[in-house]
């Protein structure tokens, strides 16, 4: 960047830039009003449709995201205390996610960037995800460059190197399934209702971690698996179901808090890896299952027993929520980063992209 270029960011970081950030990958729908970088409102409706189907049903998803829009950006605007008219740009969820989904935001986010005049903004959910950590909240430290982010939730689990706020570099990833299926999975295999991770979570702080013991997958130093592991919980419920019906009732918090100590200390023995790869000690994460009660405090403890500066988000920026869409639509606002009003959401899209 040259010293000319440098100057007007840093003139447009002293104006007031309102953005508003539109969030529909899957079954959420959010939108948010930032200031700058400081969040005014971050508005989400969920969808208790799903929970019958102990998943999400897209059709369903797709739907549903038409009924909530218009309120949410409604509400969003209103607890922000400002006027459409004052926006400075719009910003939404390109991809990855649900294709209904995603055309639901994609297509009210044009049209309300037409008839308001401003700029288009398309942001990578994923990244989106990281860059959650620059919003300005009181208490939370910004990440310096570079630092490494686990990103973790039902469709992704990832290492990744982040350079710049868009510069980021995938250094491993799970080669089948993603941690956040996992604990859903195991949670249906319990008997327990959707979404079952932060019931897994909950269940396991009061269980025995060390009660029952699960193999860890045989992978790349950073690369992740976890379709073993979920046929290994199967059989393990099933071998002792079997011989005791009330297997499950009579340990269901031990059972938790094993299942949940496995997955950390894969999570925890790849970061490790990454770090000693690569000599970086600033670590953050992201992704819905950042919101794990064991996983933060593991996180916590690694800040005294090996030197790193770890950074972690405010729950309410950990799952899917419109916040984290208008902070990085916010930083490609500073650098001018318009979409074209004809972009096209894409279903599958990497961090990278």
């Not at 059972?255 to 670590?283: D, F, P, W, Y």
Request: hydrophobic content about 40%; some cysteine; overall charge negative.
């Amino acid at each position: 960047m040259d010293i000319f270029a440098f100057q007007n960011l840093i003139e447009l970081e002293k104006k007031e830039v309102y953005i508003l950030g539109i969030e529909s990958s899957c079954d959420d729908t959010s939108a948010a009003v930032l200031r700058n970088n400081e969040v005014l409102s971050n508005v989400i409706a969920n969808q208790d449709v799903h929970t019958k189907y102990g998943g999400v049903v897209p059709e369903l998803a797709s739907r549903a995201h038409q009924q909530n829009i218009v309120p949410v950006v409604q509400q969003a605007i209103e607890r922000a205390g400002i006027t459409k008219e004052q926006l400075s740009a719009i910003a939404f969820t390109r991809g990855p996610g649900l294709m209904g989904s995603l055309l639901v935001g994609t297509s009210f986010a044009k049209s309300l960037a037409l008839g308001l005049n401003i700029p288009l903004i398309d942001v990578n959910h994923m990244q989106a995800h990281i860059l959650a950590h620059f919003i300005k909240e009181e208490g939370c430290n910004i990440p310096p460059f570079p630092f490494i982010c686990l990103t973790i939730s039902g469709g992704h689990t990832q290492i990744v190197k982040i350079t710049n706020h868009f510069e980021m570099e995938i250094l491993g990833e799970t080669i089948d399934d993603a941690v956040g299926e996992a604990y859903d999975k195991s949670a249906k295999i319990l008997g327990l209702p959707y979404p079952g991770g932060p019931l897994v979570d909950k269940y396991a702080q009061q269980g025995n971690a060390k009660a029952f013991s699960f193999t860890q997958p045989k992978v790349g130093d950073l690369e992740f698996s976890f379709s073993g592991l979920k046929t290994q919980i199967l059989y393990f419920i099933q071998k002792n179901t079997k011989e005791n019906p009330n297997f499950i009732e009579e340990n269901l918090y031990d059972i938790c808090a094993s299942i949940q100590h496995t997955i950390v200390e894969i999570l925890m023995k790849k970061i490790k890896n990454a770090v000693k790869q690569t000599g970086i000690k600033e670590i953050a994460i992201a992704g819905g299952v950042s919101a794990n009660s064991e996983i933060r405090k593991r996180l916590q403890e690694a800040d005294k027993h090996w030197g790193w500066n770890t950074y972690i988000p405010k729950f309410q920026y950990t799952t899917d929520n419109a916040a984290m869409i208008a902070i990085a639509g916010y930083l490609k606002f500073l650098n001018k980063d318009y979409a074209d009003i004809g972009i096209a959401a894409k279903a599958r899209l990497k961090v990278t992209e």
